[in-house]
């Protein structure tokens, strides 16, 4: 069989973390060839909740307007409402995804971007458009069957499925994003723990008015709570919106050790006006489907010159919204590796941070998502649903909780409780931005890591500690207000210091033309080329005016040095050298670098 496509980057699937992929590579000048197995992307909603992190990520990509364009905007998405049916009786409420005033200003003070709701079949083509735009290769309908590696690369088996055709494709390096049932992982051995299918949910996908019950009470979730209704693998039933307020998507469970339930359309409208409330309703169904809930994340992410990424790696529940968010920020990490590694500016040694850095963030979400279905028993507990499934013993139970009793008024305590508890799942805005990043590609400047002083899965804490996101504030350049994040990315490291740290400037300029590694660099200060408009860098910063905080191309801090050095030039250097993996390298073990083919 002969080779018939030569490229640098081989990636397989485009769900958001191929995707993703593809985008980052192309943008930072790379060769990268894209597989989808099917005709097209999504055709569902699937993952929606698009948080500031991934925002951010595409900010840095000149996406966020389109983003924006196609969104459902914060503003609509926070009154988490749990009730009887949408029609029916209300038993509580709770703002989330940082609408709560008390929580706004935390989201604000973050990130210059908003979280929005993006359904995955919107932004997959935004992904697509820009990926190929700026130079992807994209084959559709083009499924991979095997690999083979050696010394020098990967050749990838595959077949176009529309001719009936196999063929091989030859890479330096393969990138496995396909998805939670992933060949690549399963044909390179992936080290996994956990278990797979572990409960059962199925979607409804639908178009109805339903503006008359959800206009006064925006949101993007709506829990029904009521007699009869299965308990799911997420909770019960759930009217998600898709597109408001009239595309939406059912969430129903089923036992899992059961055959699949066979559900026409007749049965899906009846299940659609139970949840309602409502059967006067039009409902016309656009989609009935069914899945399992995992709980499985790879201990290891790659495997010589594969890497997987996404739901290849981190399978769980939707729970939290972290699916394709981590999936983005998993492709993020590995990306601009892979240029400098490619382009011949660092080691192959700099890639295997991305299993030190992106594998322990896939465990925190796997385990997040999952504790947060467990986060429902207490809901369940307080309304009398874990006691019985007797429909009219639960309708009472879910009734004593209005008397004027002691009983009653503990209910309601324990009712009130036990959403608030749901914060965990619905503003977990610290589980989002507090990634600190522990491997070879930081280098520590030896001061012990900041403890957090709210709790780190609900709030954000910003730091400049080596291995943390790099913290925002709006700053003035060239006569406008941006972010930190926006002078940091762009597939180069960057270098800010302030008034007595103009060396550091000069430093990252010499190391730049001495390495090839490029360094942008801010002094911040009056009279200097970007303005500390807020004072706010000057608390952040965590530095002294003369010293220097370096950071990567993907955000995280790399480096920071508390004042300037005997020989900033020869420091810093040192420090990019550590980083890019020379350093590591040996006389036994050469520099491990790549002729990339030109694009």
Known sequence: MSVRIETDVLIIGAGPAGLSAALFLSEYGVQNVLLEKYQWMSNTPRAHITNQRTVEIMRDMGLEEAIAEKATPQGL???????????????????????????????????????????QDLFEPILLDAAATRGTSVYLN??????????????????????????????????????????VAEDIGLPMEGQMDIAG???????????????????????????????????MGLVRMVRPWYRWLLLWGYDINEPPPDIDEEEAIRIAHNLIGDDTIPIEILDISLWGNNHLYATHYSNGRVFCMGDACHRHPPSNGLGSNT?????????????????????????ETYNDERAPIGRQIVERANKSIEEFEPIFEALGLSATKNEEQVRTSMEARKEDTPEAREQRQSLREAIQLKNYEFNTHGVELNQRYRSAAIVSDETPEPVYERDPELYYHPTTWPGARLPHCWVGYKERKVSTLDLAGKGRFTLFTGIGGEIWKEAAEEVSARTGVEIASFVIGPGREVLD???????????????????????????RRQTVAEDCTGELAG??????GFERATSEDPPQVEETVEA
């Open 77 to 119: 998405m926070g009154d988490q409402v749990f009730c009887i049916s949408l029609a029916g009786e209300e038993l509580g409420r709770l703002l989330t995804w940082g609408n709560h005033p008390s929580r706004k200003a935390d989201y604000d003070l973050a990130s210059p971007s908003k979280i929005c709701d993006l359904p």
């Open 142 to 183: 083009t499924e991979y069957l095997s690999l083979e590696q050696d010394e020098n690369g990967v050749t990838a088996t595959v077949r176009d499925r529309f001719a009936d055709d196999t063929y091989q494709i030859r890479t330096k390096y393969l990138i496995g994003a396909d998805g939670g049932r992933s060949q």
């Open 201 to 235: 949910s199925m979607n409804i996908v639908l178009h109805a008015d339903l503006s008359k019950y959800v206009l006064h009470r925006p949101s993007v979730l709506y829990w029904v709570m009521q007699p009869g209704s299965d308990i799911g693998g997420i909770g």
């Open 327 to 351: 999936s983005v920020q998993d492709a993020y990490n590995l990306a601009w590796k892979l240029a400098l590694v490619l382009k011949g500016k660092a080691n192959r040694t700099l890639l």
């Open 533 to 559: 408009l807020y004072d706010d860098w000057a608390r952040l910063s965590e530095v002294p005016e003369s010293g220097c905080v370096l950071v990567r191309p993907d955000a995280h801090v790399a480096w």
């Open 575 to 580: 420090v990019i050298e550590r980083i890019v």
